[in-house]
């Protein structure tokens, strides 16, 4: 499953067809990785705001913080009390321009960038919690949802993240959203997605230039 992802400039309010509060800057990166903060959407009342949360699932009742989870299984968030009230009221998008996926080869890992055609952005599933750390202070922390992947991302990894469509926002983010109707959207699609090598830049979350999500082969698209 992915556990990086790629992060360029984008018009958000272009991107969801809707006016975006923002209480952060989008933080952007060729190489994000997870236990640090990052820019999720998310609709508190009537209309979105972009804000920045911790990339690490961080219920408040949770102890033992470096157990936190970075991505919650689809099939879990349903059944496990872990997830219920944020799956209820506090789902969340995260916009993202690309993720990585690796390929266990016989000696070694090769890591694939996926990503729209043209490098569009696109928005991933996640869940928020908040953390209280002492009396009136607090923070955000989110995890991205993973499903099975589709058949041809599965000749990646078994697992990819849920991708959610621009027209289907209004659905998941907002509260009173039915759980069924939300539950509908556990789905994979691989539709306008393609992938390709990268080198083995991407290895160290430390490199976040561009040169980390160039291609060193073709793309390649569902046929």
């Keep these: 499953m992915s556990g990086r992802l790629i992060v ?7 991107e969801t067809g ?9 933080i952007t990166g060729f190489n994000l990785a997870p236990c640090r903060p990052l820019s999720i959407l998310r609709q508190p009342e009537q209309q979105l705001t972009l804000d ?18 970075y991505i919650l299984r689809s099939e879990k968030l349903l059944t496990s009390p872990m997830f219920k009230e944020s799956w209820e009221s506090r789902r969340c998008v995260i916009p993202v321009t690309g993720y990585y996926l690796w390929l266990q080869m016989k000696r070694r ?3 694939f960038a996926i990503r729209k055609e043209h490098n569009r952005p696109f928005f991933l599933a996640g869940l928020w919690t908040r953390y209280p750390v002492a009396p009136g202070r607090s923070y955000d922390s989110f995890g991205l949802i993973s499903t099975p992947a589709t058949r041809w991302l599965g000749q990646l ?8 469509d621009s027209a289907q926002l209004q659905v998941w983010l907002n509260k009173a959203t039915p759980s069924a109707d ?15 090598p990268v080198s083995d830049l991407v290895n160290n979350p430390d490199n976040q230039s561009s ?3 160039s291609p060193i082969a073709d793309r390649r698209k569902p046929k």
């Design 8 to 14: 360029t400039p984008c018009n958000l309010e272009l």
């Design 109 to 111: 890992k090769q890591a």
């Design 182 to 196: 939300c539950q509908a959207l556990l789905e994979p699609c691989e539709q306008g997605f393609e992938f390709y």
């Design 18 to 26: 809707q006016p975006v509060i923002q209480m952060s800057e989008l």
């Design 211 to 213: 040169q980390v999500a």
């Design 52 to 69: 920045q949360a911790f990339w690490s699932f961080t219920p408040p009742w949770m102890k033992q913080l470096d157990q936190a989870p």
């Design 157 to 164: 990894s078994p697992r990819t993240p849920l991708t959610i």
